[in-house]
């Protein structure tokens, strides 16, 4: 029977945080860090909700984020309801480890959600806008 052992320091998940930072008019991005649950979850959708205002672009980048749960999840997918209502979208970027494999068995690694950098989101919302000029 193979006996668990702690993780070592390295693999250990960091502290969770979030930034947020402009990345051009009408567009922010959130850095998550850390886990991403119900402990945590009030934290992001204000984050998320702060974020849209006035700007119709949230991207949440999740390249630190090693852990998400269904509580995530859910506000997840109701700020992006709620930014479409508006016009605007929610974009997922560098999903990966357990992250991304949650967001694929929910059925989000959409084309138009989920993408591997933020230049590849940003170079979607380009291709978008011009196709309906």
């Given at each position: 029977m193979p006996s668990s052992s702690p993780k070592p320091q390295d693999e250990a998940l960091q502290p969770f945080s979030l930034a947020a930072r402009e990345l051009a008019p009408g567009r922010v991005a959130i850095e998550v860090s850390g886990e991403l649950d119900l402990a945590v979850a009030s934290q992001v959708q204000a984050a998320i909700t702060d974020a849209s205002e006035g700007n119709g672009i949230v991207v949440v980048q999740l390249a630190a984020c090693g852990f998400i749960d269904s509580t995530a999840i859910a506000i997840l997918i109701h700020a992006?309801?709620?930014?479409?209502?508006?016009?605007?979208?929610?974009?997922?970027?560098?999903?990966?480890?357990?992250?991304?494999?949650?967001?694929e068995v929910s059925g989000l690694l959409e084309p138009d959600f989920v993408f591997d950098s933020v230049d590849a989101a940003l170079a979607d919302l380009g291709q978008r806008s011009s196709s309906t000029s």
């Amino acid at each position: 029977m193979p006996s668990s052992s702690p993780k070592p320091q390295d693999e250990a998940l960091q502290p969770f945080s979030l930034a947020a930072r402009e990345l051009a008019p009408g567009r922010v991005a959130i850095e998550v860090s850390g886990e991403l649950d119900l402990a945590v979850a009030s934290q992001v959708q204000a984050a998320i909700t702060d974020a849209s205002e006035g700007n119709g672009i949230v991207v949440v980048q999740l390249a630190a984020c090693g852990f998400i749960d269904s509580t995530a999840i859910a506000i997840l997918i109701h700020a992006r309801q709620a930014l479409a209502a508006r016009g605007g979208r929610l974009l997922l970027v560098e999903p990966v480890g357990q992250v991304r494999h949650v967001l694929e068995v929910s059925g989000l690694l959409e084309p138009d959600f989920v993408f591997d950098s933020v230049d590849a989101a940003l170079a979607d919302l380009g291709q978008r806008s011009s196709s309906t000029s």
